[in-house]
């Protein structure tokens, strides 16, 4: 059974930092790219960073400068260090893993940036 599981989400002021934590069983982590997605209220899922198998990374703009998406395959964890975060940051946090014509996704992370 595939399992990821996201941690680390809460609540943060503006300017302030989280790590968010993805871990998962299940899957040959280390064959599989994995992002990080966020969905706020009334608004789609978008792809905030994304980092491939071989550790190539990328980041949507909004983001670039301000997060890091970071994978430890000794753990089967992928990271997002989101830093100097802003109110707009605010979403529910998911991470998917896709590979071998497959995706899977965790059941998401609140993450709340508000003074």
């Known amino acids: 059974q595939v399992q990821l599981v996201e941690s680390g989400g809460g609540l943060a002021q503006p300017g302030g930092s989280l790590r968010l934590s993805c871990t998962a069983s299940?899957?040959?982590?280390?064959?599989?790219?994995m992002g990080w997605y966020r969905q706020a209220p009334g608004k789609q899922r978008e792809l905030v960073a994304g980092i491939t198998r071989g550790g190539s990374t990328n980041y949507v703009d909004s983001v670039k400068g301000r997060f890091t998406i970071s994978r430890d395959n000794a753990k089967n964890t992928v990271y997002l260090q989101l830093n100097s975060l802003k109110p707009e940051d605010t979403a529910v946090y998911y991470c998917?893993?896709?590979?071998?014509?497959?995706?899977?996704w965790g059941q998401g992370t609140q993450v709340t940036v508000s003074s």
């Open positions: 299940g899957i040959s982590f280390s064959t599989y790219n």
């Open positions: 998917k893993a896709s590979g071998m014509g497959r995706a899977y």
